[in-house]
């Protein structure tokens, strides 16, 4: 399986749906299978990154505590 490098955005400090729409925004960018890491501090990400994910047929592959808020690491469909 090829490996990608993982694009990194930071959406601390923005509210909903500020952390979701730079998400859906960055893995337009990534190719198929690409990964996207999405560092996020608003409590209604741990909602709506899963959500949108599932949604849009990508993968929720770890979503961790990262300080005050969370970092979600999203595969890209294939």
Known sequence: MPRF???T???????????TLRL???LE????????RLLADDPMA???????AAE???EVV???PDGAGMA????KRA
């Open 5 to 7: 490098p993982v694009l």
């Open 9 to 19: 955005i930071d959406a601390r400090g923005h509210r909903c749906p500020v952390p």
């Open 24 to 26: 859906r925004r960055a």
């Open 29 to 36: 960018d990534v190719a198929p299978g690409g990964t996207v």
């Open 46 to 52: 741990k909602v709506d990154v899963p959500h949108f």
């Open 56 to 58: 849009a047929g990508h």
């Open 62 to 64: 770890a979503a961790e």
């Open 72 to 75: 979600f690491t999203v595969r």
